[in-house]
Protein backbone atom coordinates (compact mmCIF):
# COMPACT_ATOMS: atom_id res chain seq x y z
CA UNK A 1 0.00 0.00 0.00
CA UNK A 2 1.10 3.20 -0.98
CA UNK A 3 0.70 6.48 1.69
CA UNK A 4 0.49 10.00 -1.28
CA UNK A 5 1.46 13.15 1.02
CA UNK A 6 -2.17 15.00 1.95
CA UNK A 7 -2.82 18.50 1.42
CA UNK A 8 -4.57 18.29 4.85
CA UNK A 9 -2.31 17.60 6.86
CA UNK A 10 0.00 20.74 5.44
CA UNK A 11 -3.15 23.26 5.55
CA UNK A 12 -3.42 23.67 9.15
CA UNK A 13 0.74 24.36 9.22
CA UNK A 14 0.42 27.36 6.29
CA UNK A 15 -2.53 28.74 7.75
CA UNK A 16 -0.63 28.91 11.14
CA UNK A 17 2.52 30.42 9.15
CA UNK A 18 -0.05 32.84 7.49
CA UNK A 19 -1.36 34.09 10.01
CA UNK A 20 1.62 34.73 12.08
CA UNK A 21 2.95 36.60 9.44
CA UNK A 22 0.12 38.73 9.00
CA UNK A 23 0.00 40.18 12.52
CA UNK A 24 0.67 43.78 12.13
CA UNK A 25 -0.61 46.41 14.31
CA UNK A 26 -4.09 47.87 13.23
CA UNK A 27 -3.63 51.67 11.97
CA UNK A 28 -5.59 53.66 14.03
CA UNK A 29 -9.13 54.45 13.18
CA UNK A 30 -9.68 57.72 11.18
CA UNK A 31 -10.49 60.61 12.92
CA UNK A 32 -14.44 61.95 12.31
CA UNK A 33 -13.84 65.12 14.54
CA UNK A 34 -11.78 68.07 15.14
CA UNK A 35 -11.93 69.19 18.82
CA UNK A 36 -11.25 73.00 18.83
CA UNK A 37 -10.47 74.70 22.46
CA UNK A 38 -11.87 77.91 22.56
CA UNK A 39 -10.96 78.64 26.44
CA UNK A 40 -10.36 77.20 29.47
CA UNK A 41 -13.32 75.11 29.55
CA UNK A 42 -15.55 75.28 26.51
CA UNK A 43 -14.94 73.25 23.06
CA UNK A 44 -15.73 73.38 19.30
CA UNK A 45 -16.59 70.19 17.61
CA UNK A 46 -16.12 70.39 14.01
CA UNK A 47 -16.76 67.61 11.44
CA UNK A 48 -14.38 66.02 9.11
CA UNK A 49 -14.92 65.52 5.75
CA UNK A 50 -16.88 61.98 4.69
CA UNK A 51 -19.16 61.67 8.17
CA UNK A 52 -22.81 60.99 8.03
CA UNK A 53 -24.47 63.83 7.66
CA UNK A 54 -26.48 64.22 11.08
CA UNK A 55 -24.95 63.73 14.82
CA UNK A 56 -25.47 64.04 18.57
CA UNK A 57 -22.89 65.05 21.50
CA UNK A 58 -22.88 63.87 24.22
CA UNK A 59 -20.20 64.73 27.45
CA UNK A 60 -19.52 61.60 30.50
CA UNK A 61 -17.43 63.42 33.31
CA UNK A 62 -15.12 61.93 35.30
CA UNK A 63 -17.06 63.03 38.22
CA UNK A 64 -20.00 61.31 36.46
CA UNK A 65 -22.89 63.64 34.99
CA UNK A 66 -23.79 62.77 31.26
CA UNK A 67 -24.83 66.02 29.20
CA UNK A 68 -26.72 65.74 25.90
CA UNK A 69 -25.20 69.08 23.95
CA UNK A 70 -27.30 68.70 20.96
CA UNK A 71 -30.41 68.72 22.35
CA UNK A 72 -33.15 70.54 20.17
CA UNK A 73 -36.80 71.10 20.49
CA UNK A 74 -37.95 68.38 18.01
CA UNK A 75 -35.59 65.97 19.74
CA UNK A 76 -34.06 64.93 16.81
CA UNK A 77 -30.10 64.83 15.80
CA UNK A 78 -28.85 68.53 13.73
CA UNK A 79 -27.41 68.69 10.39
CA UNK A 80 -23.92 68.65 11.54
CA UNK A 81 -22.12 69.37 8.04
CA UNK A 82 -18.13 69.30 7.46
CA UNK A 83 -15.98 71.75 8.07
CA UNK A 84 -18.70 73.73 10.43
CA UNK A 85 -18.91 73.71 14.62
CA UNK A 86 -21.80 71.47 15.35
CA UNK A 87 -24.54 74.12 15.93
CA UNK A 88 -22.27 76.38 15.02
CA UNK A 89 -21.43 77.32 18.78
CA UNK A 90 -18.88 76.62 21.71
CA UNK A 91 -19.76 74.05 24.33
CA UNK A 92 -18.88 74.97 27.86
CA UNK A 93 -18.11 71.86 30.10
CA UNK A 94 -18.17 72.62 33.78
CA UNK A 95 -14.70 72.55 35.15
CA UNK A 96 -15.82 71.28 38.64
CA UNK A 97 -16.41 68.12 37.14
CA UNK A 98 -13.20 67.05 36.07
CA UNK A 99 -12.35 65.43 32.62
CA UNK A 100 -15.09 64.78 30.27
CA UNK A 101 -15.07 61.73 27.62
CA UNK A 102 -16.71 63.76 23.96
CA UNK A 103 -18.79 60.90 22.38
CA UNK A 104 -20.06 62.48 18.85
CA UNK A 105 -22.63 59.97 17.16
CA UNK A 106 -22.52 60.52 13.61
CA UNK A 107 -25.81 58.73 11.19
CA UNK A 108 -27.18 58.97 7.89
CA UNK A 109 -30.62 59.52 9.62
CA UNK A 110 -31.96 61.58 11.77
CA UNK A 111 -31.74 60.32 15.04
CA UNK A 112 -34.48 60.43 17.95
CA UNK A 113 -32.63 62.01 20.57
CA UNK A 114 -34.17 61.04 23.71
CA UNK A 115 -33.54 57.13 22.90
CA UNK A 116 -29.91 57.78 22.44
CA UNK A 117 -29.38 59.07 25.45
CA UNK A 118 -31.44 56.86 27.14
CA UNK A 119 -28.75 54.12 25.74
CA UNK A 120 -26.09 56.20 26.71
CA UNK A 121 -26.91 56.67 30.13
CA UNK A 122 -27.53 53.23 30.55
CA UNK A 123 -24.31 52.10 29.41
CA UNK A 124 -22.86 54.30 31.31
CA UNK A 125 -24.52 53.34 34.37
CA UNK A 126 -23.57 49.55 33.50
CA UNK A 127 -20.13 50.92 33.37
CA UNK A 128 -20.26 49.48 29.46
CA UNK A 129 -17.85 50.76 26.55
CA UNK A 130 -19.74 52.87 24.79
CA UNK A 131 -19.38 52.10 20.77
CA UNK A 132 -21.50 52.33 18.10
CA UNK A 133 -22.57 48.85 17.58
CA UNK A 134 -23.85 49.36 21.35
CA UNK A 135 -26.45 51.79 20.16
CA UNK A 136 -29.89 50.57 19.03
CA UNK A 137 -30.04 52.91 15.80
CA UNK A 138 -31.32 52.77 12.56
CA UNK A 139 -29.13 53.29 9.40
CA UNK A 140 -25.50 53.61 9.73
CA UNK A 141 -23.81 54.66 12.69
CA UNK A 142 -20.23 55.73 13.47
CA UNK A 143 -18.69 57.29 17.03
CA UNK A 144 -15.82 59.00 17.36
CA UNK A 145 -14.95 59.27 21.20
CA UNK A 146 -12.36 62.65 22.65
CA UNK A 147 -10.99 63.13 26.04
CA UNK A 148 -11.36 67.00 27.12
CA UNK A 149 -10.58 68.35 30.49
CA UNK A 150 -11.57 71.83 31.13
CA UNK A 151 -9.79 74.49 33.72
CA UNK A 152 -11.46 77.07 35.93
CA UNK A 153 -10.44 80.47 33.88
Do not use: W
Amino acid sequence: MQVRPSGLAIGPILLAFALGCSQKPLPPPPARVTLVQKGPASIELVPLEGQPPYCLVFTVAESGPIRHLTMLEDKRSPDCPAGTPILGTAFRIPPREGKVKVYVVFSDRFLESDSIAQQMNDLVRQKQAIRAMDLRAPGSVVLETLEFTPTKP
